[in-house]
C-alpha cells in the first residue's frame, strides 16, 4: 500500500490535523451513510479511498486525536431503520488497498515475513475482479437459506432475506454443504440489465439510476420484495462467514465447492503463484474490463492456503492475508506556480506546491505534496533518478494526480513546456521561520530546523501537543486558546501550562479578564490543568513531542522502564554511547565511499571500534538497554537522546516534569505465566515466526526486548542462537527452547 511519507505529514500542526480529522469525519460518515444506506453515493471509490487512507495517516501522525469511532475503524454504515437487524456471528470486514506494482510486491514480502517463507517458497494467492456492488452474507442451516444481511457496520446488517429469495443466482436449497454455511458474495447487476431497468423507468417515468451500483443497492434494499424481484439482481460468491466445518483447504478449491453447490463465482478467479503472476492477472483484466458486462473496480487477492490464512489473523478491519488492488485514480496537468516552504512540530521543512487550480477526480486541486529537496531536483531517497532526472520549477507545467491518497502529488513534469525565464528552485538551509540553521543529517532525505522551542513554528505545534486529547488532554486548552495565551506571552514555555493559575488566577490581569472568558470558564480551566497534573508516564513521554515517539513507543518505554527517573537516568548515561553511535554511522559512510573509489572492501569493523574506543562500559550498557527495548532501536534512542541533551530542551522538559505528579505504569491485567516478564526470542524459530512469537507473547503481558541484559527474565532460543545465548549463560539468565516456551504458554 502506498503510504503517505513522514516528510508530507510533518508540516501538519496539531490544531490543522485535529480539524482535518473531524472534516474528514464528517466526509466520511456522510459518504458511508449515502453509500451504505441511501445508495447514492457522493464521490467516487477512488475519492473515498483516498479520504480513508488520508484519515488513517493523520491518525498514525497524530494518534491523540483519533476518535473512538473513528472511520478507520468503521467498516459500512449502521443499518437502516427500515429493516430489521441481524449480528454477523463472523464480521464482514473491508480491504487494505494498493494501488502500485510495488504495493502488491510490499504484501507479498509482509506476508512471507510473517509466514516465515522466503522468496524461493512456493506461495499460492487467488487473484478475482472485485466486483462493485453490494455486500450480502447469507446463512444456510442444514442446506436451506434461513437469512441474508447486508453487510451494514460490519458486525450488524439489514435483514434482506426476503428480497434474497427472489434473486435467481442464489439458491434456496443447497447439497453437499455443511449444517451451518454462511456464504458471504457480491450483489450487482450487470450493464446489459442496467441499460434495460434504466430505459423502463425513464419510460414509467420513474427513477432513472445514476450507475448499476445505485441500482442494484437500491433494489436489494426495498421494503416491498416484490420491487426487488422485478429487477435483475445477479450475484457472486467469493466468501464465506460462520461455518460449522471447513469447506476446503485452500480459497480456491473453497470457491470451487461453492460452485458445485449451486452457486455462481467468478470465471476470470486465477490461481497465481506469487506477486509478478498476480500483476500479470492484474494487468489481463485490466486490458478485458470494458468487457466483462459488468463494473469492478480492481483485483482482490487474497493467500489461497486456508491454514495460512489462519495463521496471519486479522487487523481490526482488514485480514491480514488480503488486499484490493485498486484500478488507477485520475490525473490532470497544470501549471507549478511556486513552491512553498512549511516548517513542522519536528523542525521538518515541507516543500509545498502552489499550483494553477485544477480538477483531479472531481476535486479542485491547488496545492500538492513535493516530499523533500531530492524530489523537487528529480532524484528518489537513494538517488536514482525520477521523471527522467527532471527537476521541478515555478512556471513548469506538471501532472498531478491523487492515487489512494487526499494530499496531491506531482507525477511527472513536461520539460518542452518549461518558460525560458524558469530558475532551479534552491532549497533553503536556514528556517523560514527562525532563521535558525536546517541541517539535513547523512542518510536522512528531510532537512530540519535546529531551533527547538525558539522556533516559532515547534513551539506552538509543540504545546497543541502537549494538551491534545493522546497527551495530557488538557480539557479547555485547545489549538485556540494555546494561540492565543502564546501571542499575549501567557504560555510560551510548557510549564507555563501548569503556572496559569498562580500567574493569571487573580491580580489585574487575569484569565477570566479576557474577552469571551468569565470567572466560571476560567475556573474551569484552571481545574482541569490540575486534573491534568497526574499523567501516566506513557502520555507524558508522548506529550514531549520527541521525534518518532508516539503512542506505542510511549508504552513500551513506559513499561521497559517503569519511571521518569529511571529513564532519565539510562539515556543521560547512555548519551556517550549515542554519540559514538552517530559517529559510527557518519564514519562508516564515509568508508564506503572511500573503499568504494579505491577499489577495496569497506573496513567497517575497523570503522566502527574506533568510533566507539573512548565509550566506558555503563554507557554502552545504558545504550544497550535503550536500543534493546523491542520496537525502540537506535532512531528512536537517538531522538530521546538528543532531545534530553539539548539544553534549552532539557531545560524546559525539566521544568514541566517538575510540575506534574507522573504515576507508573499499570501492571498487564491478564494472568499469565510470563506477565511482566522480560522475553528475548533468538535464534530460529520452527513453529512460530518472530512476528507470530512477539504478538503472542505481548498479548500475555510480557515485555519483549531485542537484546539479552541484567534485565532479561527469559531467553527463547532456537537453532543458531550465538550470541545471545552465550550472554544469557554467563548472566545466569533462564533460557528454554521454542517447544518449552509454546508449553510455558499453553500454546499447541
Same mark, same amino acid.
Given at each position: ?5 513522514? +516528510? ?11 480539524? @482535518? ?15 451504505? +444506506? ?28 483519533? /476518535? ?49 517463507? %522466503? ?10 475482479? $472485485? ?19 447486508? #453487510? ?8 434482506? *432475506? ?10 434456496? #436449497? ?75 483447504? *485452500? ?15 467468478? %470465471?476470470?478467479?486465477?490461481?497465481? $503463484? ?40 486479522? #487487523?481490526?478491519?482488514?485480514? !491480514? ?82 492515487? &489512494? ?29 527562525? /532563521? ?41 486548552? &485547545? ?29 489585574? +490581569? *487575569?484569565?477570566? &479578564? ?24 506513557? #502520555? ?6 520527541? !521525534? ?13 522502564? &517503569? ?21 559510527? @554511522? ?61 539544553? +534549552? ?11 506534574? !505528579? ?49 534485565? *532479561? ?10 550470541? $545471545? ?24
Amino acid at each position: 500500500m502506498t503510504e503517505i511519507d513522514a +516528510q508530507e505529514l510533518d508540516a501538519m500542526t496539531p490544531e490543522a490535523a485535529k480539524e @482535518e480529522l473531524r472534516r474528514l469525519a464528517d466526509l466520511l460518515n456522510s459518504a458511508n451513510a449515502a453509500y451504505h +444506506q441511501d445508495d447514492a453515493p457522493q464521490m467516487s471509490d477512488a475519492n473515498y479511498d483516498a479520504l480513508k487512507r488520508r484519515n488513517t495517516a493523520i491518525e498514525a501522525r497524530f494518534p491523540e486525536f483519533k /476518535q473512538s469511532d473513528s472511520p478507520t475503524d468503521q467498516v459500512g454504515a449502521a443499518p437502516s431503520e427500515g429493516f430489521g437487524k441481524i449480528a454477523h456471528e463472523v464480521r464482514m470486514l473491508s480491504l487494505g488497498n494498493a494501488f502500485e506494482a510495488d504495493d502488491v510486491t510490499d504484501f507479498d514480502g509482509r506476508i512471507r515475513r510473517y509466514l516465515g517463507l %522466503d522468496a524461493k517458497d512456493p506461495l499460492a494467492y487467488t487473484a478475482e475482479p $472485485k466486483i462493485d456492488g453490494l455486500s450480502l452474507s447469507i446463512r444456510y442451516e442444514a442446506g436451506n437459506l434461513v437469512r441474508a444481511a447486508t #453487510r451494514g457496520d460490519g458486525e450488524v446488517g439489514e435483514d434482506v *432475506t426476503a428480497n434474497v429469495r427472489t434473486i435467481e443466482d442464489i439458491p434456496k #436449497r443447497i447439497e453437499d454443504a455443511p449444517d451451518v454455511l454462511e456464504v458471504r458474495g457480491e450483489v450487482y447487476m450487470s450493464h446489459a440489465d442496467f441499460a434495460a431497468l434504466n430505459a423502463r423507468q425513464a419510460a414509467e417515468g420513474a427513477k432513472v439510476f445514476a450507475n448499476p451500483r445505485n441500482a442494484a443497492a437500491g433494489s436489494l434494499r426495498q421494503l416491498d420484495p416484490s420491487i426487488t424481484a422485478a429487477r435483475p439482481l445477479r450475484f457472486f460468491a467469493y466468501a464465506w462467514g460462520s461455518l460449522s466445518e471447513p469447506l476446503a483447504d *485452500t480459497q480456491y478449491d473453497a470457491l470451487a465447492r461453492l460452485h458445485r453447490m449451486g452457486f455462481v463465482t467468478n %470465471d476470470e478467479t486465477k490461481l497465481c $503463484k506469487g506477486a509478478e503472476d498476480l500483476l500479470s492477472t492484474y494487468a489481463d483484466v485490466a486490458a478485458k474490463r470494458a468487457d466483462l458486462g459488468y463494473d469492478i473496480d480492481g483485483i482482490v487477492y487474497k493467500v489461497n492456503d486456508l491454514a495460512y490464512q489462519a495463521r496471519l489473523g486479522f #487487523r481490526s478491519t482488514t485480514p !491480514r492475508w488480503a488486499i484490493a488492488h485498486k484500478f488507477p485514480a485520475e490525473t490532470a496537468w497544470t501549471r507549478l506556480l511556486g513552491i512553498d516552504i512549511q516548517v513542522g512540530r519536528t523542525g521538518a521543512l515541507s516543500p509545498v506546491a502552489r499550483l494553477e487550480p485544477v480538477t483531479v477526480g472531481g476535486v479542485v486541486v491547488s496545492n500538492a505534496t513535493l516530499h523533500n529537496e531530492d524530489y523537487i531536483a528529480g532524484r528518489d531517497a537513494k538517488g536514482r533518478d525520477i521523471r527522467g532526472g527532471t527537476d521541478l520549477r515555478a512556471g513548469d507545467r506538471v501532472e498531478i494526480y491523487r492515487a &489512494g491518497d487526499v494530499i496531491p502529488k506531482v507525477r511527472d513534469v513536461d520539460p518542452r513546456a518549461r518558460p525560458p525565464e524558469a530558475v532551479p528552485f534552491v532549497f533553503p538551509d536556514i528556517c523560514p521561520e527562525c /532563521q535558525s540553521p536546517a541541517l539535513r543529517e547523512p542518510g536522512e532525505s528531510v532537512r530540519r530546523c535546529t531551533g527547538g522551542l525558539i522556533c516559532p513554528a515547534q513551539r506552538i505545534a509543540r504545546l497543541k501537543h502537549l494538551v491534545s486529547r493522546g497527551a495530557l488532554d488538557v480539557d479547555g486548552l &485547545g489549538d485556540k486558546e494555546i494561540e492565543r495565551f502564546q501571542e499575549i506571552g501567557w504560555i510560551v514555555a510548557p510549564v507555563d501550562i501548569f503556572t496559569l493559575q498562580d500567574r493569571y488566577g487573580s491580580g489585574l +490581569q *487575569t484569565v477570566a &479578564g479576557l474577552d469571551g472568558w468569565g470567572a466560571t470558564s476560567a475556573d474551569n480551566l484552571f481545574s482541569a490543568i490540575e486534573t491534568a497534573r497526574e499523567q501516566p508516564l506513557a #502520555r507524558v513521554l508522548v506529550g514531549l513531542g520527541i !521525534r518518532h515517539l508516539g503512542e506505542v513507543a510511549g508504552r513500551d518505554l513506559a513499561r521497559h522502564f &517503569g519511571s521518569w527517573s529511571a529513564l532519565v537516568t539510562t539515556v543521560d548515561t547512555a548519551l556517550p554511547a549515542a554519540e559514538a553511535h552517530r559517529r559510527a @554511522e557518519e564514519a562508516e559512510l564515509a568508508e564506503r565511499a572511500r573503499a568504494s573509489d579505491e577499489g577495496r572492501r569497506p573496513r567497517l569493523a575497523e570503522t566502527r571500534a574506533a568510533a566507539w574506543a573512548d565509550v566506558a562500559a555503563d554507557a554502552r550498557a545504558a545504550w544497550e538497554d535503550l536500543t534493546g527495548i523491542d520496537g525502540v532501536g537506535a532512531t528512536l534512542a537517538l531522538a530521546v537522546c538528543d532531545a534530553l541533551s539539548a539544553p +534549552q530542551e532539557r531545560a524546559a522538559i525539566d521544568a514541566l516534569i517538575s510540575a506534574l !505528579r507522573i504515576a507508573p505504569p499499570e501492571a498487564p491485567a491478564q494472568e499469565s505465566p510470563v506477565v511482566g516478564k522480560t522475553v528475548v526470542f533468538t535464534g530460529s524459530l520452527e513453529k512460530m515466526t518472530r512476528a507470530e512469537a512477539k504478538a503472542t507473547a505481548e498479548a500475555l503481558g510480557a515485555k519483549v526486548s531485542g537484546s539479552v541484559s541484567s534485565k *532479561t527474565d527469559l531467553l527463547v532460543a532456537g537453532p543458531g542462537a550465538g550470541s $545471545k545465548a552465550t550472554k544469557a549463560a554467563s548472566l545466569g539468565i533462564e533460557t528454554i527452547d521454542e517447544d518449552a516456551w509454546l508449553a510455558l504458554i499453553g500454546a499447541r
